[in-house]
C-alpha cells in the first residue's frame, strides 16, 4: 500500500490518545526538520507505539481468529512446558540414587569374584566392575580364589546386614504352582527404610514368618496373616506384611523370607548392607583388588577426582531431553507456523478496510507490516503464557496420575520440579512463533490498493507460473538425493574397506531419509499450481465438488499451509509405520516358534524314558488333563543312550542315528548332525496338531513316507533325499572326540556305520515353522528304519492361549509328577511374538489426530470466509445438501492432498532406509494396507465428519432471494 502525502497518521501517532497526553518534545534534529517542513515527523518509538496500539485493538476485535491462533500456539506450548516439568522430575540427583541403593546405610559390599589387581569399579555403580583381560576375553592376572564373606572387607566389630537378592523358590498359589523371585535376609531392617518399603502389616519376629509383594500376595489369593508354602521342602510361612523394592513394581511376584531360609532358594546374589561404615576411594580401590566390589554414599555422591563414574548426573540426561523436545519445539512450531498463518491470511482480510484507512491518514508501509506482524506476537505471548501456566499444572497432574512409587521408572517421580529457565525459553518460543506466522500474511498486506480496499474490493489472486518450475527443481533434488543416497550406502555397505560409521556414510543415510522431506517440499512449493489442477478435476464431479476446488484455488494461503501441516504429519506417519511393519516382519520372520499359538508343550525327559515310554506319556496327558485341551498329540524322537558323568555311553553298543544330505560331508562332523532332539516322529493324524497347517502337497507326501524339514534355521541341506545313519554309540562317541581334536579326521578313524537309508526329504513351509526340529518323519518311517524312539514332547491344544491359573495348574501338576528313576517333565506355553498392531494403531490415532486438528482449522477457516458466498448461494435456491457436499469436498480436497503426499514421501523415505540398512530391513514387508488407511480412510473419515457437521444458517441481511 503505497503512502500517501496526508500526515494523517503522523499526527495520530503524536496524538494524545496514542501517546498518552504527552506532547513531542520538539528538539534535536527532529525538532529543527519539523520547523523547516512545518510538520513534525514522528519519532520511530511513537510510531511502534501506534502500531502496537492498533495491533492490538485488532486483536480484541477478532475475538475469533485471536483465539484460534492462541489456542493453535498454546498446544504446543502446552505438551512442551508439560513434558519438560515431567521429565525433570523424574531427573534424580546422585544423593537420592544413594538413598534408594542404600536406605539409611552407609555402605553396601557385594563379592565380585577372585582377587584382582587389576579390578576397578565405577564409584557409583558396583555392577560397572571389570578386571584387565587378554585378546581372548581372559584375564591377564591369575586370580585367587573368591571371598565367602564381608569379614575380611569391613573393619573388626562393624554391623553388616546381609540380604540375598534374585533368588527363586516355587510357592504353591491360587491356580497351583509358582515360580517367584525370592529375596533372603531382614530386607524388612529400619535401616534399609528407602531402599524397601513397608506397605502393610508389620516386619517378621521369628523364623517362620516372611513378608511378600503384593502382587504376589493376590497371586496366592491370601491376605496378610495367612500363609504361603514352599512347594520344594514343603515349609511354610505366615505373611505378616506387604513389602516391595522402591524400585520394583508393587505387581512383581516377590517374596521376602527370613536369612534363616536361605538354604530353601535357589540361586541369589549375596550383599551386605553396611549401617556405619563406608570406605574411602583408596579403601574401594583395596576391596576391588580382594575380590569385592562396593558402593560407599560419598564416594557415590561426590566422586573423587579420576573415579570411574558410571551414572554421571542426570543433567547430562536432562539435556538430551531437552535437545529433543528442542527438535518436537521444531516440528511443532513448523505446524503452528503454518496454521496459524492461514489464520492470520483470514484475518489479515478482515482486516483490509481499516489497514486501508490507516494508509489513508498517513500510514507507511513500515507501519502496515507492523501492525499484522505484532499481532502475532501479542497473541503468541498470550498462547506461550497460557500454554506454560497450564502446561505446569498439567504436568504436575500427569506426575500425580502416574505415581506409582516406582522410583526410576516412568511410574515414579524424585520430586516436583519446574525448570524455570527452560519454561521461559519456551515462552520466548511461543512468541518467536506467534510472530513468524504473521510475516507473509503482513507482507501480503501491504501489497494491497487502499482505495480499492476501501471499496471493499479483493485483488484477485493470480498464479506465479514461474514457481512451479521452482518447485520442480526442488522436488527433482529431493528425489535425486534420496536415491542416491540409498544406492550410494548400499554400495558403500558392499564394499570392502568402506567405513560405516564414516562421515560419507552417516551422509549418505540422511540424504536418503530427509530426500523425500524435500520432495515434500517442493509439492508445498506448487501448492497453488496443485490446487488448481485439482480444481479442473474436481470440475467434472458435480456442482459442490466444483465449488469446493475452485475455493480452495482461489485461497491458497489459508489451503496451501493446511494440507502442508498434514503432509508433515503423514510423511512422520508413513515412515514410522513403514519401519515398524517391517520390523514386525523381521521380528516374526526370526521367530522359532514350539507349536502354534494356544498350544502347551509338556516335555518328557529321563534315562528311562525310551524303556517305558508309555509311563512318560501317561504323566504327560495326566498334566493337561481336565484344564480345557481340545486335543493332544505326541511327539516322538530317535532314542539317546543314557552317559556317565563324562558324556560317554554307558552301553557301548547302543544305537544311534545320524543325518546328512548328498551335498554334506561324511568326514566332517559339521556335516554330520545327531538324529536325538531334530528328528520328531509322529503320526500323520497328529502332523497339524503339532505343526498347524500344512500343505496338502507336503501332509500327502508325507503319509507317503517322505520326510518333511520344517526347521526354521534349518542345518540340513534343502535336498531331495536324507540319509539316516544308525551307529554304536561308543564308536560315533570316539569319532566325534576325534573330529573336535583334529578336523576332518583322517579317513582311516572313520567308523563304520550299521546301516544306512536313504529317505525321499521335502521342504515345507508352514505358518509356524519350528525352532528345535529339523526333521519330521511319519511313526511308519521310523518303523522301517528300525528306530528305537522315545516320548518328548506332548502338544495340547487350546481354543486360546490358557490363562495363567491354567498354566500354574499344570506347574503345580507337573511338579508333583515323578517318573522312573530320573524322569521330569516341564511346561512351555506358546503365545507367540509380540503383536505390534497396538504400536500401528497407535500411530495411525495420532496421525488421526493431527490431521483433524489441522483440517479441521482449515475447514473452520473456510466456512468462515465462505459465509457470503453462502448466502449468496442460499440466496439463488442451494439447499442445505450443496452446502454439506461442499464441505464435504474441501475436506477431500485439502486432506486428500495432505495424506496422499505424506505417505508417499514418507513410503519413499522407508525405500531409502532398506536401502541404507545392509539388509536389516526388506521394502517387501512394508505393510501397505496400514498406509492406505492412512492416504486415503483419513479424508474419507474427515469428509464423512464435515458432511455430517452442517454449516450455520446463512445470513441474508444483504442478500435477496430470486422468486
Not at 589 to 602: I, L, Q, R
Not at 729 to 755: N, V, W
Request: aromatic share 6%.
Amino acid at each position: 500500500m503505497p503512502r500517501p502525502a496526508a500526515p494523517g497518521f503522523a499526527a495520530l501517532a503524536q496524538g494524545p490518545d496514542l501517546d498518552r497526553g504527552r506532547a513531542m518534545r520538539g528538539r534535536g534534529a527532529a525538532a529543527r526538520r519539523g520547523a523547516r517542513t512545518g510538520t513534525a515527523r514522528p519519532s520511530a518509538w511513537a510510531r511502534w507505539r501506534a502500531d502496537l496500539r492498533l495491533a492490538g485493538r485488532q486483536v480484541r476485535r477478532t475475538k475469533g481468529s485471536s483465539a484460534l491462533v492462541v489456542a493453535l500456539v498454546a498446544l504446543p506450548v502446552l505438551a512442551l512446558s508439560g513434558g519438560v516439568v515431567f521429565a525433570d522430575s523424574h531427573m534424580s540427583t546422585p544423593a537420592q540414587r544413594a538413598d534408594m541403593a542404600l536406605g539409611q546405610g552407609q555402605s553396601w559390599v557385594g563379592i565380585a569374584g577372585g582377587a584382582d589387581p587389576s579390578r576397578m569399579q565405577a564409584v557409583d555403580d558396583p555392577n560397572w566392575a571389570d578386571v584387565d583381560v587378554d585378546d581372548n576375553g581372559d584375564p591377564i592376572h591369575e586370580q585367587g580364589p573368591a571371598p565367602t564373606d564381608v569379614a575380611g572387607a569391613v573393619p573388626a566389630g562393624t554391623r553388616t546386614i546381609e540380604v540375598t537378592q534374585y533368588g527363586s523358590v516355587s510357592v504353591n498359589t491360587a491356580g497351583g504352582i509358582g515360580q517367584v523371585e525370592a529375596v533372603t535376609g531382614p530386607a524388612w531392617d529400619p535401616v534399609l527404610t528407602g531402599r524397601y518399603v513397608t506397605l502393610d502389616g508389620s516386619a517378621p519376629e521369628t523364623g517362620a514368618q516372611a513378608m511378600v509383594s503384593p502382587g504376589l500376595l493376590k497371586r496366592l489369593g491370601a491376605s496378610i496373616g495367612g500363609t504361603v508354602t514352599l512347594t520344594d521342602s514343603d515349609r511354610t510361612f505366615t505373611i505378616t506384611g506387604t513389602l516391595r523394592e522402591r524400585d520394583r513394581e508393587p505387581s512383581d511376584d516377590v517374596i521376602f523370607l527370613p536369612a534363616a531360609a536361605s538354604g530353601l532358594v535357589q540361586g541369589g546374589v549375596p550383599g551386605w548392607f553396611v549401617p556405619d561404615w563406608q570406605p574411602d576411594y583408596a579403601q574401594l580401590q583395596q576391596l576391588n583388588h580382594d575380590g569385592y566390589v562396593a558402593l560407599a554414599r560419598d564416594l557415590a555422591v561426590n566422586p573423587p577426582a579420576g573415579a570411574t563414574v558410571a551414572n554421571g548426573t542426570d543433567s547430562s540426561w536432562f539435556w538430551v531431553g531437552v535437545t529433543i523436545a528442542t527438535i518436537a519445539a521444531a516440528f511443532g512450531g513448523y505446524l503452528v507456523v503454518l496454521l496459524a498463518g492461514a489464520a492470520f491470511a483470514v484475518a489479515a482480510r478482515r482486516q483490509e478496510r481499516s489497514l486501508a484507512m490507516a494508509v489513508s491518514v498517513g500510514a507507511s508501509r513500515s507501519d502496515v507490516f507492523r501492525i499484522v506482524v505484532l499481532q502475532g506476537t501479542v497473541l503468541g505471548a498470550v498462547g506461550g503464557v497460557l500454554g506454560s501456566a497450564v502446561g505446569v499444572g498439567l504436568g504436575f497432574a500427569l506426575l500425580a496420575v502416574t505415581d506409582h512409587g516406582v522410583a526410576g521408572s516412568f511410574w515414579g517421580h524424585w520430586s516436583y520440579d519446574v525448570p524455570w529457565l527452560v519454561i521461559v525459553g519456551v515462552v520466548v518460543f511461543a512468541i518467536l512463533v506467534g510472530t513468524i506466522s504473521a510475516i507473509a500474511p503482513a507482507r501480503a498486506a501491504t501489497h494491497g490498493d487502499p482505495l480499492a480496499a476501501l471499496r471493499g474490493s479483493r485483488r484477485p489472486v493470480t498464479l506465479n507460473v514461474r514457481r512451479p518450475l521452482w518447485a520442480l527443481l526442488v522436488m527433482a533434488v529431493g528425489l535425486i538425493a534420496s536415491i542416491g543416497g540409498a544406492l550410494g550406502t548400499a554400495a558403500l555397505d558392499r564394499a570392502t574397506n568402506a567405513d560405516p560409521t564414516g562421515q560419507l556414510h552417516a551422509t549418505l543415510i540422511i540424504a536418503a531419509i530427509l530426500g523425500p522431506l524435500v520432495f515434500q517440499i517442493g509439492l508445498i512449493v506448487a501448492g497453488h499450481f496443485t490446487l488448481a489442477q485439482v480444481a479442473k478435476v474436481l470440475s467434472r464431479w458435480g456442482l459442490a465438488a466444483r465449488i469446493a476446488g475452485r475455493d480452495a484455488a482461489a485461497n491458497p494461503s489459508r489451503v496451501v499451509p493446511a494440507f502442508a501441516v498434514i503432509a508433515a504429519c503423514v510423511f512422520v506417519a508413513a515412515f514410522s509405520i513403514s519401519v515398524v511393519g517391517m520390523t514386525a516382519r523381521e521380528t516374526n520372520d526370526n521367530y522359532s516358534w514350539e507349536g502354534h499359538p494356544g498350544t502347551v508343550a509338556v516335555g518328557m525327559w529321563g534315562d528311562d524314558a525310551a524303556t517305558h515310554p508309555d509311563d512318560f506319556v501317561e504323566a504327560a496327558r495326566h498334566v493337561v488333563a481336565g484344564t480345557g485341551a481340545t486335543k493332544t498329540a505326541t511327539v516322538w524322537t530317535t532314542a539317546q543312550p543314557v552317559t556317565d558323568d563324562d558324556g560317554n555311553p554307558i552301553d557301548p553298543d547302543a544305537p544311534e542315528w545320524t543325518l546328512t544330505t548328498p551335498t554334506g560331508h561324511a568326514n566332517d562332523p559339521s556335516f554330520v548332525y545327531d538324529a536325538g532332539g531334530q528328528v520328531a516322529v509322529l503320526s500323520p493324524d497328529d502332523l497339524e496338531t503339532v505343526l498347524g497347517p500344512v500343505p496338502a502337497a507336503a501332509r500327502d507326501a508325507f503319509r507317503d513316507g517322505t520326510a518333511l524339514s520344517i526347521a526354521k534355521f534349518p542345518n540340513l541341506d534343502d535336498d531331495s533325499e536324507v540319509t539316516v545313519s544308525m551307529w554304536k554309540s561308543a564308536s560315533l562317541t570316539d569319532f566325534r572326540q576325534q573330529a573336535y581334536s583334529q578336523s576332518p579326521p583322517p579317513a582311516a578313524s572313520l567308523p563304520s556305520p550299521i546301516s544306512t537309508t536313504s529317505i525321499p526329504m521335502m521342504r515345507a513351509s508352514l505358518q509356524y515353522p519350528q525352532g528345535s526340529m529339523q526333521l519330521v518323519i511319519s511313526t511308519a518311517t521310523a518303523k522301517r528304519l528300525g528306530m528305537a524312539l522315545q516320548p518328548q514332547t506332548l502338544y495340547a491344544l487350546y481354543p486360546k492361549a490358557p490363562s495363567t491359573s491354567v498354566v500354574d495348574g499344570i506347574t503345580a501338576a507337573v511338579a508333583n509328577t515323578r517318573i522312573g528313576s530320573n524322569g521330569v517333565l516341564n511346561v512351555q506355553v506358546e503365545k507367540g511374538p509380540a503383536s505390534f498392531d497396538p504400536v500401528l494403531w497407535l500411530i495411525v490415532a495420532a496421525a488421526m489426530v493431527l490431521v483433524f486438528g489441522a483440517g479441521s482449522v482449515c475447514l473452520g477457516l473456510a466456512r468462515f470466509e465462505r459465509r457470503p458466498d453462502d448466502a449468496t448461494l442460499a440466496a439463488v435456491g442451494a439447499g442445505g445438501r450443496i452446502r454439506r457436499g461442499i464441505g464435504a469436498w474441501q475436506a477431500v480436497t485439502i486432506v486428500g492432498i495432505g495424506t496422499v503426499v505424506g505417505t508417499v514421501s514418507g513410503t519413499i523415505s522407508a525405500w531409502a532406509l532398506t536401502k541404507a540398512s545392509n539388509g536389516l530391513y526388506s521394502f517387501a514387508a512394508t505393510p501397505w494396507l496400514w498406509l492406505a488407511i492412512t492416504a486415503f480412510g483419513l479424508p474419507l473419515v474427515m469428509a464423512a465428519a464435515s458432511w455430517l457437521i452442517p454449516p450455520r444458517a446463512p445470513d441474508l441481511t444483504r442478500r435477496t432471494a430470486i422468486a
